[in-house]
């Protein structure tokens, strides 16, 4: 019994993954766009970053684990120093 439950639950939302996928992928193409114009990727420390848009100068957002395809490559403030 517990065996069938946990098909079905994977069943479920292995579709569901599917449906939200195909869903969100307007939405979400058009906001990825949005963030690429901030979100430079470095080679060096192979992270993706982007400068505080209130505050260019002195604030910066690395994020680790994002994912670098399509971004403006760019080598981060910490690397170049
Ligand atoms: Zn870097």
Known sequence: MANI???FVK??????????KYKATPYK?????????YIK???????C????RRNP???LH????FPTYG???EVCPPCKN
Request: aromatic share 6%.
């Open 71 to 73: 971004k403006e490559k």
């Open 29 to 37: 193409e058009s906001d990825s766009k949005k963030a690429d114009k």
């Open 57 to 59: 100068k002195r604030s």
């Open 5 to 7: 439950i946990n098909e």
């Open 41 to 47: 990727h470095c080679k060096l420390c192979n992270k």
């Open 11 to 20: 069943n479920f939302s292995n579709s569901d993954k599917t449906k939200q």
């Open 62 to 65: 690395i994020y680790e684990n």
């Open 49 to 52: 970053w982007e400068r505080d």
